[in-house]
C-alpha cells in the first residue's frame, strides 16, 4: 500500500496553494540515444551493419507487425525469430498467422509504431497462464519502448518491489512496480526504457479481476520470451514541441476555474487537485458540438457523493449541492442551472478509490467528466437524462485500443511530438461493437465514434456525460494525467475564442437563468423552452410541502391519542391461562 503518512502531508503543502492565473505549459521531455550497434548484435545468426540487419528483420516481420520499420528504437517483442524464419524459407503458410512463435501468447490485433517508440498488446488465455480462478477474458499484457519520456513533477506514488534474481541478471537495472493498478516492469536495453505492464488488482483471487500475484509471473514469462524483432536505425532525437496557441478574440461566455480548483471538500481526504497547466497534445474536443460543459458528476445536484455522504457548497452561498446519499434524487425542476453552465470546473482527483499517481494521496478521479449542451428529460418528473442524444467525435487520428465487449476505448496516437492515450468512458459497448470500434482500427480526427451515454457497470449505471482520460509514456510507462487544460485549449479552438480563468478568491460568475433542457418525446410534456422554477417558488413549493408534511403528522398523533384513550376506556385485557 502508499506510504500515505506522509504523502499526505507533503501532498497537501505541494498542492494547497492556489495558483494564480497562468499561461498554459508545454510538457518536459527526456530524450533516448538508442547504441543500435548493441542492438544488431543481440540479434542471432545476422551479419552487417545495422542498417543492413534491422531492415531484414522489418522486411520478415511487417507482414505480422505492419509498420514495425517505424520505430526509431528496437522493438523488442516475445517473438522466435528462428522457427518463424524457418517456415518463411519453408513457404509454410501458417507463417503469416499462426501464434506458436509467441511462447503461449498472441498478438492482440495492436501494434503501433512511430517517431516517438513503439506500443504493443499482447493477450493469453487465463487457463493457459495457470491462474487458480481463471477469468472470462483473456490476460493483456502491454509492452512499450520509447524514443522520448513524459517527465512529470512530483509526487507521482508508486510501489517498488526488487525483481526475480535471473531477471535482474538479464535485465541489469530492471524495476518491479506496482503503480495505478498495474504491476510493471521496467528496465533499460540499448539506451532504450521499455515497460512491460499488465493490470490488476492487490486483492484477494476471485474470478471478476486478475490479481497482482497471479499477473506478475505471467509479466516474467513474457519477459523471458522479449528478443529484438525490428526498428530502423535513425538520428539523433528531437526536441518535441507542442503547439500552444490560443485564439485571439476573447469569448463572452466561456469562463472557467483553474486546474486543481476542486469543489471544496470533494478530493480525497479533502485534498484540493492537481494544478497542472500543462497542454500535452493538440486535439480537437471530444463532444462533436459547443457548448459543452466540464463539471463534477459526483459532487453537483443529482450527484451521489460517491459515498462520502457530504452536502457542501459548489461556490455560491446560493447554491448548495445535495447527493443521494443522504436525500433523495433531485428532481429536473428541482435542481439548479449550474449543471448545464459555465464556468467549467476541475474534477481530476475528487474523491475515488482509483489509484492515480498524480493525485495528492495516490487516490482519485483518474479524468474530467464533461456533460454535453442539453439535457433531454423523458417526462417533466425525471431526475435523469436520456442517453444517445450527443455526437461524440476523435480527438485525433490515432489507432484504436479496445477489446469486443468493452466500456473503455482508447485512442492512442503517436508522432514526433506527442505519444499519449485517450481514453472515452460511458458510452455504450454495444454501439461501438457494432460501429467496428476494436483493437487496430485506424481512426481520424472528427470522426463520430458514437454517443454520448449513461453505461456505468451496467445500463443507465451512470449520469448522462462522458468520462475522458488522458494517459502519456513515462519511465513507468502509461500513467493518467490531469487533462484539464488541454480540453481548455481544445475547447477554445472548437469555439473560436478563448476562455477566462476565474482567478482565486474571485467569485463565479452569475448561472444563466434557464439551464438548457429539452422534451423532446410525444408523451411528454412540451416544456422544452420553460425556465426552471425561481428560488423563491421553489421555496414556496418545499414550504409547501413542509406544511402538509407537518398536517400529515397532527392528524396521524391526534388518531394515536384517540385509540389511546378507547382502550383506556374499555379497560385491560384479561389474561387466560394456556391449556
Not at 497537501?12 to 527526456?30: G, S
Not at 420553460?530 to 423563491?536: E, V
Amino acid at each position: 500500500m502508499l506510504a500515505k503518512h506522509s504523502a499526505a502531508v507533503l501532498a497537501v503543502l505541494y498542492f494547497a496553494a492556489p495558483a494564480a492565473a497562468q499561461e498554459v505549459r508545454a510538457p518536459r521531455f527526456i530524450l533516448t540515444t538508442v547504441d543500435w550497434p548493441a542492438a544488431a548484435e543481440s540479434v542471432p545468426q545476422a551479419s552487417g551493419s545495422p542498417a543492413a540487419i534491422f531492415d531484414s528483420l522489418n522486411k520478415s516481420l511487417t507482414p505480422r507487425f505492419p509498420g514495425i520499420d517505424k520505430s526509431p528504437v528496437p522493438v523488442l517483442l516475445p517473438f522466435d525469430l528462428a522457427a518463424y524464419r524457418a517456415d518463411q524459407e519453408n513457404g509454410n503458410a501458417d507463417a503469416s498467422t499462426s501464434s506458436k512463435y509467441f511462447g503461449g501468447f498472441a498478438p492482440a490485433n495492436f501494434f503501433l509504431a512511430g517517431p516517438a517508440g513503439y506500443d504493443a498488446v499482447f493477450s493469453i488465455d487465463a487457463n493457459e497462464a495457470g491462474i487458480k480462478f481463471p477469468t472470462s477474458k483473456p490476460v493483456e499484457i502491454e509492452v512499450g519502448g520509447a524514443a522520448y519520456l513524459y517527465d512529470l513533477d512530483e509526487p507521482n506514488y508508486k510501489e517498488v518491489f526488487a525483481p526475480p534474481n535471473e531477471l535482474a541478471v538479464k535485465f541489469p537495472g530492471i524495476k518491479r512496480i506496482l503503480s495505478e493498478n498495474h504491476v510493471r516492469y521496467a528496465f533499460e536495453r540499448f539506451g532504450v526504457p521499455y515497460v512491460v505492464s499488465i493490470q490488476c488488482y492487490d486483492r484477494r483471487p476471485a474470478r471478476r479481476y486478475l490479481t497482482c500475484r497471479e499477473a506478475d509471473p505471467i509479466a516474467q514469462r513474457f519477459l523471458n520470451r522479449l528478443a529484438v524483432a525490428g526498428g530502423t536505425p535513425a538520428g539523433a532525437p528531437t526536441q518535441p514541441k507542442i503547439d500552444l496557441s490560443r485564439p485571439s478574440p476573447v469569448s463572452p461566455d466561456f469562463t472557467y476555474y483553474a486546474p486543481g480548483d476542486l469543489i471544496p471538500n470533494s478530493g480525497w481526504h479533502k485534498m484540493p487537485g492537481r494544478a497542472d497547466y500543462t497542454v500535452y497534445a493538440r486535439v480537437r474536443f471530444p463532444i462533436a458540438s459547443a457548448p459543452a460543459y466540464i463539471k463534477s458528476q459526483s459532487f453537483m445536484h443529482w450527484g451521489d457523493c460517491y459515498r462520502t455522504g457530504r452536502v457542501g457548497s459548489i461556490g455560491r452561498k446560493d447554491a448548495p449541492y445535495r447527493c443521494k446519499a443522504n436525500d433523495r434524487p433531485l428532481l429536473f425542476n428541482e435542481a439548479n442551472p449550474e449543471n448545464w453552465s459555465y464556468p467549467w470546473r476541475d474534477n481530476f482527483c475528487e474523491t475515488r478509490d482509483f489509484l492515480v499517481g498524480q493525485c495528492p494521496g495516490g487516490y482519485g478521479h483518474q479524468g474530467q467528466d464533461i456533460r454535453p449542451s442539453s439535457c433531454v428529460l423523458a417526462t417533466e418528473r425525471s431526475d435523469r437524462c436520456l442517453p444517445d442524444q450527443h455526437a461524440v467525435a476523435a480527438v485525433h487520428d490515432g489507432l484504436m485500443w479496445r477489446r469486443l465487449g468493452n466500456l473503455g476505448a482508447y485512442i492512442v496516437f503517436n508522432n514526433a511530438n506527442e505519444h499519449v492515450r485517450f481514453r472515452y468512458l460511458h458510452m455504450n459497448p454495444r454501439m461501438m461493437d457494432a460501429n467496428g470500434l476494436m483493437s487496430g482500427r485506424q481512426i481520424s480526427e472528427g470522426e463520430n465514434l458514437g454517443t454520448v451515454s449513461t453505461w456505468g457497470d451496467k445500463e443507465r449505471g451512470t449520469s448522462y456525460h462522458l468520462h475522458f482520460n488522458l494517459q502519456v509514456f513515462t519511465k513507468v510507462g502509461w500513467v493518467w494525467v490531469n487533462p484539464y487544460m488541454t480540453l481548455v485549449a481544445a475547447y477554445e479552438r472548437l469555439i473560436g475564442a478563448r476562455g477566462t480563468e476565474i482567478k482565486a478568491p474571485e467569485p463565479a460568475p452569475p448561472t444563466a437563468d434557464s439551464p438548457t433542457v429539452v422534451l423532446p418525446l410525444p408523451r411528454a410534456p412540451a416544456i422544452a423552452d420553460a425556465a426552471p422554477p425561481k428560488p423563491a417558488a421553489v421555496k414556496a413549493v418545499k414550504h409547501a410541502k413542509t406544511k402538509k408534511a407537518v398536517a400529515s403528522k397532527k392528524k396521524a398523533a391526534a388518531s394515536k391519542l384517540k385509540n389511546a384513550r378507547h382502550k383506556k376506556a374499555k379497560g385491560p385485557k384479561r389474561r387466560t391461562k394456556r391449556h
